[in-house]
């Protein structure tokens, strides 16, 4: 019996605790209704308050303003690297056509990360800490920065898995190579890749709204 009370006293202090700090007599949802009702929790698992503007903190200003610096440094090495490389693929003649378009697909992807997706993202965390966030634009510009991003990683997943089956296939086949891997077929292939990540980013698009 003593081992009993013993244990109802020790599951009870949690209670008694939040009782004493809060001004609460009970613990009942309905004591915390009027402190949750205006509040949810966004992208970030940051509570926020829906009938204000966002204010970030002070501790998380200098990391959003770092992690846009290095996208905006990203960005413009992707952009300039991407552009070499499509000028190279332009003046090479020696890759098989198929080989060829499919590098040109991965450089293309990689250079719209560049000049689309990182550019989004390190605006999206600059009008976070610079002013007080307007909840539609922020809204917009995470949905542009979320369908970009994955269209073009989906893509670029796609194009590299292919580039290593026709590796494999160049190996393989032998003479029959350039028989079986044809510029039609790949460009039908790579056409399948983007009609794949549109898709996929529409259902995604779809479900969140």
Same mark, same amino acid.
């Given at each position: 019996?003593h081992? &009993?009370l013993?244990?109802?006293?020790?599951l009870q202090l949690?209670l008694?605790?939040?009782s004493t700090c809060?001004?609460?007599n009970?613990? #009942?949802?309905e004591?915390?209704?009027?402190?949750m009702?205006?509040?949810?929790?966004n992208?970030d698992?940051?509570p926020t308050?829906?009938?204000e503007t &966002?204010?970030?903190?002070? #501790?998380?200003?200098t990391?959003?303003?770092?992690?846009?610096?290095?996208?905006?440094?990203?960005?413009?090495?992707a952009?300039?690297g991407?552009?070499?490389? *499509?000028?190279a693929?332009?003046?090479?003649?020696? *890759?098989h056509?198929?080989?060829k378009?499919?590098?040109r697909?991965?450089?293309?992807?990689?250079l719209?990360v560049?000049?689309?997706a990182?550019p =989004?993202y390190?605006?999206?965390l600059l009008h976070w800490?610079?002013?007080?966030?307007n909840?539609?634009v922020h809204?917009y510009?995470d949905?542009l920065?979320?369908?970009?991003?994955f269209i073009?990683?989906l893509?670029?997943?796609f194009?590299?898995?292919?580039?290593?089956?026709?590796?494999?296939l160049?190996? *393989?086949s032998? *003479?029959?190579y350039?028989h =079986?891997?044809?510029?039609?077929r790949?460009?039908?292939? &790579?056409i399948?890749?983007w009609l794949?990540?549109?898709?996929?980013?529409?259902?995604?698009?779809w479900? =969140?709204?």
């Amino acid at each position: 019996m003593h081992k &009993i009370l013993r244990i109802k006293h020790v599951l009870q202090l949690p209670l008694q605790l939040h009782s004493t700090c809060f001004g609460h007599n009970t613990l #009942s949802s309905e004591s915390y209704a009027p402190r949750m009702a205006n509040f949810t929790v966004n992208n970030d698992f940051r509570p926020t308050n829906l009938n204000e503007t &966002i204010h970030p903190r002070l #501790s998380t200003v200098t990391f959003y303003l770092l992690l846009s610096t290095l996208n905006i440094f990203l960005s413009i090495t992707a952009l300039l690297g991407n552009v070499l490389i *499509l000028i190279a693929l332009h003046t090479e003649t020696s *890759l098989h056509p198929p080989t060829k378009l499919l590098f040109r697909c991965l450089a293309i992807t990689d250079l719209c990360v560049g000049v689309i997706a990182q550019p =989004v993202y390190a605006f999206g965390l600059l009008h976070w800490v610079t002013t007080e966030i307007n909840r539609q634009v922020h809204y917009y510009v995470d949905m542009l920065w979320d369908a970009s991003s994955f269209i073009l990683c989906l893509v670029s997943i796609f194009t590299s898995s292919a580039v290593s089956v026709d590796r494999l296939l160049a190996l *393989l086949s032998g *003479l029959r190579y350039r028989h =079986v891997v044809t510029f039609p077929r790949v460009s039908a292939v &790579i056409i399948c890749f983007w009609l794949i990540g549109i898709a996929c980013v529409l259902i995604y698009l779809w479900s =969140v709204t």
